[in-house]
């Protein structure tokens, strides 16, 4: 199967300031990497994902990287905020997996106001 | 918007007990999911169906069975819980085989006495 290495795997930031969460994969034939994101007691939604076909992807005050080479991926928060503070996960999955989504250990990020 | 139902959202049991957990999605999708959240936040899927047929079934306990009459309902047996058993179980559905979006239920948090 994947293995899907994420760190850090707490991460406290002071309001304003950027978050940067990575991630590595094995699989050179992963090709979907999706982040998602859980608040306390809720359920995690997926917030941004990128595909093998790109390298860089901005959303909302988020950006994804993928360096296939290296198989590691990114998220970078900028601006962070309060309501920024939760678990994310990164994930990979692809053909090459049978199709299953292998998930991080998780980063729990605080944001100090 | 919650198109990935679950109940219930708690149970309390026994060791030794039976439980059943259900899950319903409103989505179309093809694809659903069981996962397992524990203490610490870590996800582990544990079963995977598309269209009726198992296509996922992760190292779990035989204890375990997944259950599901049609694409949009995959529940999840638990015979003779035990205390390792406690945690939250999530249910999730994408429309293709594991290349695209998951969506999670709220969840079932099952604790076991």
């Known amino acids: 199967g994947e293995q899907v290495e994420q760190l850090p795997s707490i991460l406290r930031v002071q309001e304003g300031s950027s978050a940067s969460i990575n991630c590595t994969y094995e699989n050179s034939a992963s090709n979907y990497f999706p982040w998602y994101k859980q608040e306390p007691g809720e359920n995690p939604k997926l917030i941004i994902d990128i595909r093998s076909n790109m390298e860089r992807k901005q959303t909302q005050g988020l950006i994804v990287l993928l360096d296939k080479k290296a198989k590691r991926f990114s998220l970078h928060i900028t601006d962070t905020q309060p309501g920024d503070s939760a678990m994310y996960f990164c994930?990979?999955?692809?053909?090459?997996?049978?199709?299953?989504?292998?998930f991080g250990d998780g980063t729990q990020l605080v944001v100090k106001p | 918007e919650t198109a990935v139902f679950q109940t219930p959202n708690y149970h309390v049991t026994q060791v030794g007990n039976e439980v059943s957990f259900n899950c319903k999605q409103t989505?179309?999708?093809?694809?659903m999911y069981w996962y397992k959240q524990d203490s610490k936040k870590l996800l582990k899927i544990m079963f995977s169906y598309n269209n009726k047929q198992l296509i996922v079934n992760e190292t779990v306990p035989r204890r375990f069975s997944p259950q599901s009459s049609d694409k949009a309902h995959l529940n999840l047996r638990i015979k003779s819980v035990e205390p390792e058993d406690s945690a939250v179980y999530l249910c999730a559905s994408s429309s293709g085989t594991g290349v695209e979006t998951l969506y999670f239920g709220s969840g079932t948090r099952l604790t076991v006495l």
């Open positions: 989505l179309g999708h093809d694809t």
């Open positions: 994930a990979a999955s692809g053909e090459g997996n049978n199709n299953r989504i292998f």
